[in-house]
């Protein structure tokens, strides 16, 4: 079911089978970001090249810039919405594109449900598809609250999941901005020290935080970003690897090919010239 407002709102909640509708799952829209719920084991889907296989009741996050492709998928909920429909950069940090769920696209969020958290969800779903129904003055305001629940929710499954420890909040907050700052500039800023300035930090506090907080290092994040529009990029449009290197930030294609090939194992035009499919993960 779609709720469509009148300055452009966006919401999607729909369940999705393998014999009708597993195509939604390919359809892109500006600025939407996307929950999928899986209600069978072993469902497979591509995600920018990659075979995932996830198992009952996990739910992983998407945002618009992830190519997906359905493979094997039998029952899924799926609820998508755009910016103009809540826009969750200007709402409460933890639920925002700067959060954990929806702080950047290079790692893939995935939670599992179960216990009282499932019967939380399951009750919530039932009202967001009977509110989809009604018509009033309220709805809007009423699909954006549930959301909105639904967000915090599945944010502190993540949190108690995912987080070995729980930081103060204005550090995990310069994690979460860090990453968003990434998400938005990694074609022109590379390096730490260059995010470091934007945040008014030395790289080393940065370090720290990422090494307490976090499984991976800042450098990291944003080599892994570059190569996720690389790989993108080389796999859904034309362009020339001249392009694609000057597109994420490499002044020659020397230096882009001796990146790419360190990153990936591979070279950029066998990656390009490759048809083959993605490994398997999370399986």
Excluded at 46 to 67: A, G, M, P, W, Y
Excluded at 119 to 146: A, C, G, P, R, Y
Aim: glycine letters at 2%; aromatic letters at 10%; one cysteine or more.
């Amino acid at each position: 079911m779609v709720y469509e407002g009148s300055a452009g709102e966006y919401l999607n909640v729909d369940e999705i089978t393998s014999n009708q509708n597993c195509h939604i799952l390919k359809e892109k829209l500006e600025s939407a970001l996307t929950l999928l719920w899986f209600e069978n084991d072993d469902s497979i889907i591509e995600i920018d090249n990659v075979r995932h296989s996830f198992q009952k009741n996990e739910v992983v996050f998407l945002t618009e810039f992830h190519q997906v492709v359905p493979i094997a998928v039998s029952e899924v909920k799926m609820i998508r919405f755009n910016r103009a429909f809540y826009c969750i950069i200007d709402h409460d940090s933890e639920v925002s594109c700067k959060g954990l769920l929806f702080f950047g696209a290079n790692q893939l969020p995935v939670i599992q449900l179960n216990g009282v958290e499932l019967e939380k969800i399951e009750t919530l779903w039932k009202m967001f598809l009977l509110e989809m129904q009604s018509v009033d003055n309220l709805q809007l305001e009423m699909l954006q609250m549930m959301l909105k629940r639904f967000l915090i929710l599945c944010t502190r499954i993540y949190k108690a999941n995912h987080l070995t420890q729980l930081p103060e909040n204005n550090k995990v907050d310069l994690v979460r901005e860090f990453n968003f700052l990434v998400e938005q500039h990694f074609k022109e800023k590379h390096t730490v020290v260059e995010y470091a300035d934007l945040l008014h930090k030395s790289p080393k506090t940065i370090a720290n935080l990422f090494k307490k907080y976090a499984n991976k290092s800042p450098l990291q994040y944003i080599q892994e970003r570059r190569m996720l529009e690389a790989r993108r990029l080389l796999r859904f449009t034309d362009y020339t690897i001249k392009e694609v290197a000057y597109a994420i930030g490499f002044k020659d294609i020397q230096t882009f090919s001796r990146f790419f090939k360190k990153m990936e194992g591979v070279a950029p035009r066998e990656f390009k010239e490759k048809r083959t499919e993605g490994k398997m993960i999370n399986s």
